[in-house]
């Protein structure tokens, strides 16, 4: 699956797209316009699956004209002539919520996060209450934060990336979710100053990355991937309230010994307990085979090797102060085969 959804990436930048993010005209009700796009998807799924996943243009027949001007006036789409048009997003429909992305074919840093497998996983396995103050940092589409505010007292998003806030203003609006998630520009725990939170959720940038090549933002992690998170663990025991939890799903750097990223989370919370759920392993070389190019490649894949780093790991971790100290490490493959159902239509 990874592998698949990279030679699509690829192939789209070779045709790069460069739309404006979606807005809602003024006065729009979203509810009766995602009633008309459930029932037209529901009689239509494969040209749905073409035109807002596999961002193929389509020619619209006149009957179904109004839904889709009407989705070109929120940006979702765009008319390119006689009956043909042309999305401008991909549209996800998960759980009953909608949410937007950029294409993949945006080849600028700045793209914002498709949803995939690791947004269906955290949506459904993150342990939100109805009492938690929320902060997710490197919020992205809002994805993870729009579940989240279904159950959570207050929730707070925070990206680096303006465009990915435009994205998850519009996701908001889309799943009105208006008053329940607040949004702000910045770099981790910045715009939130000393508040802490009863929770913390995270999908950080992860791909490895050797100095000086241009990287997608949502990606770009640093040489061994774990720069932002390294900055992230370094703050987070001051913005977490006593009982406060964390949810992070990502990939880590690692060998047979198992995920870099654990002993930093545990020196980061030594008191908390960890679920690590273990959801993929991948060979090292296959994540950064993309950068054999570039000339800086040969010195940081022997880096990579002297730090004994030969594999990547997919995990969801959990951190919480429910029970004693400890590690439980599973494999849940029933829950894993029923989030990539979902998520392998997507690519
Ligand atoms: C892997 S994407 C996850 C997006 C979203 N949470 C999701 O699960 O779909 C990582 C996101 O982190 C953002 N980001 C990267 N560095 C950041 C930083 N230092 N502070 C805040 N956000 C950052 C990127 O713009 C991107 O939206």
């Known amino acids: ?17 460069h739309h404006v993010p979606p807005e809602l005209p003024e006065g729009a009700t979203p509810g ?16 749905y699956a073409r035109f807002f996943l596999f961002e193929r243009p389509m020619r619209v027949p006149r009957a179904d004209r109004p839904l889709f001007d009407q989705l070109a006036e929120a940006g979702l789409c765009a008319h390119a002539g006689a009956s043909l048009f042309r999305p401008h997003v991909r549209l996800f429909a998960l759980d009953g919520k ?24 955290l ?14 940092l490197c919020v992205g589409s809002g994805v993870n934060s729009l579940f989240a505010a279904d159950t959570a007292a207050s929730v707070t998003g925070v ?16 799943n009105g979710a208006d008053e329940r998630l607040a949004l702000h520009e910045g770099s981790l725990f910045t715009p939130v100053g000393d508040r ?17 090549a241009t990287w997608f933002l949502h990606s770009h992690g640093g040489e061994d991937g774990l720069d932002v998170v390294r900055t992230f663990l370094g703050a987070l025991p001051a913005h977490l309230t006593p ?45 950064v085979d993309r950068f054999k190019d570039h ?44 989030c990539h159902v979902v998520a392998d239509a997507w690519i």
């Open 243 to 287: 009982e406060g939890r964390m949810e992070m799903i990502t990939w880590s750097p690692g060998s047979a010994e198992g995920p870099h990223l654990l002993p930093l989370i545990r020196e980061a919370l030594p008191e908390h307990h960890l679920r690590v759920d273990l959801l993929a392993e991948g060979d090292l070389d296959e994540h």
């Open 196 to 212: 802490r939170f009863d929770v913390v959720v995270i999908n950080p940038p992860f791909e490895l990355v050797p100095e000086g």
């Open 159 to 174: 990206d680096l990336n303006p465009r990915a806030l435009r994205f998850a203003a519009f996701n908001r609006a889309l």
């Open 98 to 121: 909608w949410i937007a992305t950029d294409c993949l074919s945006h080849a600028d840093p700045d793209q914002v996060f498709s949803l995939m497998f690791e947004q269906v996983y």
């Open 1 to 17: 699956m990874w592998r698949r959804l990279r030679e699509r990436l690829a192939k789209l930048r070779e045709r790069p797209t």
């Open 295 to 338: 000339s800086a490649y040969d010195a940081f894949r022997a880096r990579l090797a002297a730090k004994g780093i030969d594999r990547v790991h997919f995990v969801y971790v959990r951190a919480s102060r429910d029970q004693a100290r400890g590690v439980e490490v599973r494999t849940p493959i029933q829950a894993i085969t029923r």
């Open 32 to 47: 009766a316009l995602l009633e008309a796009l459930e029932t037209w998807r529901n009689a239509n799924a494969e040209r």
């Open 123 to 136: 949506v459904r396995t993150m342990d939100i209450r109805e009492t938690d103050d929320v902060l997710e």
